[in-house]
């Protein structure tokens, strides 16, 4: 089967999710200012453990291969280490992202000791000066630290996870040679206005210059680099880059939140992309398989605006997350597209007198503070 045809068919949805993120907390120590989901504070309707379980088992049931799990501060969670041992207990391997702040030498060592789980550390600058003001004060250093304890228990390669900006873009050589140090594997993915990131988008986000510059260093080193198919929008400079050349929403992922709401990706946290509950009748099972949203998001879409442009077989018109946060329309171009018509409608768009930009449906964020302060 080709790449084309294999995403023709990815497109039409599948019986399960390939990759499936469950939030299992708003919790957080934590306050980054792109943080996708606003987290900080945790939600007293969050699923309970037994509750957890039940998705899984269903999760099972569907064959489900593997789960990322996030937050929030994942780890904050008192029953964190029983749920990830359900998962794998029941042949669902687990993916989890984390600042770190709670990988001590104990706990380093625990996770070490279980089979079919990864890791991702999130870190945002090579160094404390680039990294702290985004992630918060004293974050880099949690993170190095982490990362320390996890070579020291002989974890394996765990992922070194960076949110590419304007202010870090021209250090991926450096996140490279950091990860190759530990024997780890760099993840880097695009930056979207989800969440608080719809607040620090305009100041974060690289320039179409260095969008640019991150197509050609993907294309010298993508094949080591994993990007979770985040930049799919500059395929239209030229070469394809590796991985699916689709927007997977609703189709082979979604996102399950700490309260059970299931959406159909992870940086569409909003109501209109919201297809129903796990305690709904039928639970996920139904959500995926039966909800308006997903039944709808399977259909063959239309080119909108960029059907006039050459390359949108190439971008396929970019990230719905990112042009539904920007206020541009679903079936426009992406706000960063690279040949520059995403940029015109946004500024248009942000100086028109009566634009309104859709914000996120909760926001669970709290007052800021140093990350030191939680794990010290």
Known sequence: MSASQLVTQLKRGLDAPICLTWELTYACNLQCVHCLSSSGQRDD???STQQAFAVLDE???LQVFYINIGGGEPMIRRDFFDIIEY????????KFSTNGAFIDEKNARRLAAMDYLDIQISLDGIDAITNDPVRGEGSYN????????LKAANFGPFKISVVVTRHNVDQLDEFKALADSYGAQLRITRLRPSGRGVDSW????PTNEQQVQIYNWLLAHGE???????????NALGEALPGLNMCGAGRVVCLIDPIGDVYACPFVLHDQFKAGNVHDTGGFTSVWRDSELFTSLR???????????????SCQGGCMAAKFFTGLPLDGPDPECVLGHGADLVEARQASPVSITPKPSKDHSKPARSALS???
């Open 45 to 47: 309707r969050e699923l």
């Open 59 to 61: 999760l099972r049931d």
């Open 87 to 94: 998962s794998i207990a029941n042949d669902i391997g687990v």
């Open 142 to 149: 949690i993170a190095r630290r982490a990362m320390d304890n």
């Open 202 to 205: 305009n100041d974060l986000h």
């Open 224 to 234: 080591n680099v994993l990007t979770g198919d985040s930049f799919f929008h500059l």
């Open 299 to 313: 259909e063959p879409e239309s080119a909108g605006a960029c059907a006039s442009c050459g390359n949108y077989d």
């Open 374 to 376: 939680v794990v010290s």
